[in-house]
DNA sequence: CTGAAAGCGCTAACAC
DNA sequence: GTGTTAGCGCTTTCAG
């Protein structure tokens, strides 16, 4: 039933060499004969077998994605962005999703990937030492979306720019006692992107010289940024506005809100990050990440390196832009 | 650096074949072998070649996952769930989205999956005859979520005894006039799901004598709804409540009402189809389907197929319920 | 229970 | 340009 490049060579009246070759579409090869030969292999239904080439070779033809989470809304994101590039060069995507804890230190001890793909694209994953040392010591080009680690080239964005940018459109509304939702535990992990986020936060607070800065962690989920909105009603000064670090944090702000009974924007303002696709329907001002777009880069990138041997840049980052919606408005009177 | 079978087992001082036998765990192997082999394997830090073993095996330890989207919230989902039971079965995920209609002809002439993968699970994606020929042709166990195609096991839900469930409620809520936005036209490539929703609809309303069916198509996504929505306010009859037959849709749905200044649910009851995460978050009463367990349940299947070599029943059917949020309420006294 | 031998189907030098 | 010759690193009969 199934073929061999043997019965190619046969049909075709060449050797398996050859036909190889000509399937590959090495410039070795005369075009006539690539021809006769990709016509018998189409007579015969031939595919070749990946495991054989690869074994040959040494090449798999295939990118592994290790990521934190695969359902989501910014990690199927990236990864369809990454995939989509990756489909269309003819490389295979291998989905590695890293779980629990438990999940994540069998991952790095047994590296599946080893020997499985040609190369890694690490998504947003907060990496310790030992962990970026296992990577990198995979010897495959390695290339993380958000995430910086020694040695990894990454695709981002400026997260600390991005903040201030929504901090300041705040201030410009004439708003001062704005207030913070994200992650502020010293996350085991380190995840870079919240504490840049923080920082940005409390730099432009000083900056601008408006208020104490105020602060609840979110968890970056939904009901976790309901119960820091909650929290920081409760606090001495209760404040006009408020910048969450992930629109799934704000969606769960803007429910805190509705439930205190506050009008949103009238009473206080909601500013979420990263253009979530249900911003648009709860009306929610965000700073716009481009998201999926991050992951073909990353791929890309990975691509290029795979053909010239170059690694990339250590940084390369993608533009955000600030997208007005109804959550913000501007101080209140009172 | 990389170290083979064959140093493995001159350290261990036996055969190639024990090693492997050994590492593969088969019960032909002494015990006392079978720990020197291991011991041996781990202080060479020795991993096997994928390529290699399949290319002499025929298995490769692979399943194919084969999706129409990947950044969609119901895909993700189900993805994530397939993905890890086939993780923790040692099963490695490629990942393959079909894209456009080009990206979709291209899968199916070229099945870029032969010779990858051990089995493949396909995701709610509609497959007209010759397609489900050629992966039938495969000759690879395969299994299907969501969709009805022949001589492809399928796990999903009972969408038409779920959405009578939730007209069923409207009814009783005392709603007469009750509208569906789903998916109208017949989809060249008839999506079934839609289908039985439509269908369940239209039987719910003759069954329970409600009045007359008002179905707006909303093209199963968050504007569609909300179009859909804004068509229908402008009917000859305005309908007192709405059954969306996506969560996303309803959404729309719900935004459309938001701004022509009608109440939910004191002027219109809305529900929606999915349990999608943030229904909570605008509180919409939705039929909630288990969207991660029909990946986890399809994989299952798929590897117990692979295991015994006999294929699941065609059709594995897993429990919907319906959770009521705060979109619903009795008819308008009006 | 273990070993020897024979490939799995391809690619890569190396010749011509 | 093309053929020849060796493997790539495993698994699998078949013996014993």
Redesign the pocket.
């Known amino acids: 039933m199934?073929s061999?490049?043997?019965d190619v060579a046969q049909l075709a009246?060449?050797?398996?060499?050859?036909v190889?070759?000509a399937?590959?579409g090495l410039p070795?090869?005369?075009v006539?004969?690539r021809d006769r030969v990709r016509a018998a292999a189409a007579e015969l239904g031939y595919v070749?077998?990946p495991s054989?080439?690869s074994?040959?070779?040494?090449r798999t033809a295939t990118v592994g994605v290790v990521v934190p989470y695969l359902d989501r809304w910014y990690f199927s994101t990236v990864i369809a962005g990454a995939e989509k590039v990756l489909r269309e060069a003819g490389m295979a995507t291998l989905l590695y999703n890293i779980g629990d804890t438990a999940g994540r230190t069998r991952f790095f001890a047994e590296l599946p990937l080893r020997k499985r793909v040609d190369a890694v694209l690490v998504l947003s994953l907060p990496l310790t030492e030992p962990e970026t040392q296992a990577l990198t010591g995979l010897d495959l080009p390695v290339v993380s979306v958000g995430q910086v680690a020694e040695g990894i080239p990454m695709v981002g964005i400026d997260d600390y720019a991005a903040t201030r940018s929504a901090i300041r459109l705040l201030a410009q509304l004439g708003h001062r006692d704005i207030a913070f939702i994200g992650q502020l535990d010293p996350v085991p992990l380190g995840f870079p992107t919240p504490r840049a986020r923080l920082r940005a936060y409390q730099d432009a607070m000083a900056e601008f010289e408006l208020g104490e800065p105020m602060e609840a962690d979110g968890h970056f989920t939904v009901s976790g940024g309901e119960t820091a909105m909650t929290t920081l009603l409760t606090g001495a000064k209760r404040p006009t506005a408020v910048f969450a670090a992930s629109d799934e944090m704000a969606f769960g702000a803007l429910r805190g809100l509705r439930k205190t009974g506050l009008r949103v924007p009238e009473d206080v303002s909601v500013v979420g990050f990263d253009g979530h696709e249900l911003t648009g329907l709860v009306d929610l001002t965000t700073v716009a990440q481009p998201v999926a777009d991050q992951g073909a880069t990353a791929a890309r990138l990975l691509l290029d390196w795979l053909g010239d041997g170059t690694p990339p840049p250590s940084k390369t980052l993608l533009k955000t832009r600030l997208v007005l919606n109804g959550s913000t408005g501007p101080v209140p009177a009172a």
């Open positions: 199934s061999s490049l043997d009246g060449v050797s398996p060499a050859t190889s070759r399937l590959r070795s090869v005369a006539t004969t070749s077998s054989a080439s074994l040959a070779s040494g």
